[in-house]
């Protein structure tokens, strides 16, 4: 192919897709997302794609996400992502990390747990994605607590667990 036959097919791709408020990148990210798994690891070097993933799997496929890191500050990146794609922070509220997505019936919540007790906060609640952003800082007790209430309150609404990672840097 061209260069000018790639800048052709790439402004096609964009032309055709300019409507939708995410598109996976071709390749790893939009395997992922294609995924018939129920749990799946998104891995990579650090750089964009994995928490990309997470956000755009829950902003344009599941009804009620949560996405969950280590720690609060570290969901600062993914509130800038998301207002990214999302082109608005409206619909977000700050305090609570609850993102009603405008226009849809979508909510986004981030959640952390810096501590092992900190699980039973999100006891019993229906989600219907569970994402976990570097997976490697949650312990695996953690980890089996949070997925044990992955449901949803909308017949038919897939289920599924989707965790991200970086390799060891060590």
Known sequence: MTA???SATIKLAADATKHL??????????????????????GGEPGP???????????????????????FPQIKGLEDEAARILKTRDGYNASTHLWRIPD??????????????DV????GRAHDLKGFDEI??????QYRYLTLWLRSTKAGQRRRIIATG?????
């Open 136 to 141: 490697t800082h949650f312990s695996r007790g």
């Open 166 to 170: 970086n390799p060891p840097q060590r």
């Open 49 to 71: 794609g994995k928490s990309s993933l997470l956000l755009g799997a829950a902003i344009t496929q599941h009804i009620a996400s949560i996405i969950f890191r280590r720690e």
């Open 4 to 6: 000018e036959e790639k």
């Open 21 to 42: 408020l995410w598109v996976p990148n071709p390749g790893a990210q939009q395997a992922a997302l294609e995924s018939e798994a129920d749990e799946l690891f998104f």
């Open 120 to 123: 039973e906060k999100y006891q």
């Open 104 to 117: 849809s019936e979508r909510t986004l919540e981030f959640g952390s747990v810096p501590h092992e007790k």
